[in-house]
T-cell receptor, first 109, second 113 residues
Framework: SQQGEEDPQALSIQEGENATMNCSYKTSINNLQWYRQNSGRGLVHLILIRSNEREKHSGRLRVTLDTSKKSSSLLITASRAADTASYFCAVSNDYKLSFGAGTTVTVRA | NAGVTQTPKFQVLKTGQSMTLQCAQDMNHEYMSWYRQDPGMGLRLIHYSVGAGITDQGEVPNGYNVSRSTTEDFPLRLLSAAPSQTSVYFC????????????FGSGTRLTVV
C-alpha cells in the first residue's frame, strides 16, 4: 500500500495566492520529498526534508515535517500559472520511494 | 544529454503478448527503479535495483521481470500482457538511493487491449 497520502486531492487557487497541501505517512522514514508532475510528464524533484529536520525552504516553497504526527505540508507562496501541476509526496525508507496519490493544483489567471 | 531515457514512449499490446520497456541512464547511478502510475494514483514501485546484478521486488511486481546486467540499463519485461497492466511506466535512477537525487524518465504509456 502507498505510504504517503496527500490532502486535498485537488486545489484551485487564484494567481498570487498561496497553495498548501498536506501529506500523511504510516511508518518511520529516512526522509520525505515532494515532487511535481506536469501533465503527461515525468516527475521533477522539488525539495527533500530529512527526518531530523522540521522545516525547509527553497525559493517559494516551504516544507514542514512533523514526525510525531507522521505528516508533512508543502506551501507554495505567490502562486503562478506555471505552478499548475500535480504534487506528490514520497517517503524514503530502505532505498525505496513510496508515493502518495497526489494533489492536483490549478492556478487560475 | 545526461538523464534517464525510456523507450518506447507509447505502445499498444494485445493481451498475452510480451514486450520489454527499455530504460537507460548515463549518470553512473547505482540505484534504478521502475514505477507504474494509474489514473488518480501516485507511482507504485514495481522492481528496483541497487546495482548491477542485484534486483528486488517492489509493491506490485507480479507480471513483470527485471534484470540488471550493466549499471546503465534496467529493462522491464512484461511476460504476458494483461489489460490490468495498462498504465504509464516510469523509470528512475539515483546516486544515493535515498531520494533527493532521483531522476525520472519521461515515461512509457502502455495500453493493453
Amino acid at each position: 500500500s502507498q505510504q504517503g497520502e496527500e490532502d486535498p486531492q485537488a486545489l484551485s487557487i487564484q494567481e498570487g495566492e498561496n497553495a498548501t497541501m498536506n501529506c500523511s505517512y504510516k511508518t518511520s522514514i529516512n526522509n520525505l520529498q515532494w515532487y511535481r508532475q506536469n501533465s503527461g510528464r515525468g516527475l521533477v524533484h522539488l525539495i527533500l526534508i530529512r527526518s531530523n529536520e522540521r522545516e525547509k525552504h527553497s525559493g517559494r516553497l516551504r516544507v514542514t515535517l512533523d514526525t510525531s504526527k507522521k505528516s508533512s505540508s508543502l506551501l507554495i507562496t505567490a502562486s503562478r500559472a506555471a505552478d499548475t501541476a500535480s504534487y506528490f509526496c514520497a517517503v524514503s525508507n530502505d532505498y525505496k520511494l513510496s508515493f502518495g496519490a497526489g494533489t492536483t493544483v490549478t492556478v487560475r489567471a | 544529454n545526461a538523464g534517464v531515457t525510456q523507450t518506447p514512449k507509447f505502445q499498444v499490446l494485445k493481451t498475452g503478448q510480451s514486450m520489454t520497456l527499455q530504460c537507460a541512464q548515463d549518470m553512473n547511478h547505482e540505484y534504478m527503479s521502475w514505477y507504474r502510475q494509474d489514473p488518480g494514483m501516485g507511482l507504485r514501485l514495481i522492481h528496483y535495483s541497487v546495482g548491477a546484478g542485484i534486483t528486488d521486488q517492489g509493491e506490485v511486481p507480479n507480471g513483470y521481470n527485471v534484470s540488471r546486467s550493466t549499471t546503465e540499463d534496467f529493462p522491464l519485461r512484461l511476460l504476458s500482457a494483461a489489460p490490468s497492466q495498462t498504465s504509464v511506466y516510469f523509470c528512475a535512477s539515483s546516486y544515493t538511493g535515498q531520494g533527493g537525487d532521483y531522476t525520472f524518465g519521461s515515461g512509457t504509456r502502455l495500453t493493453v487491449v
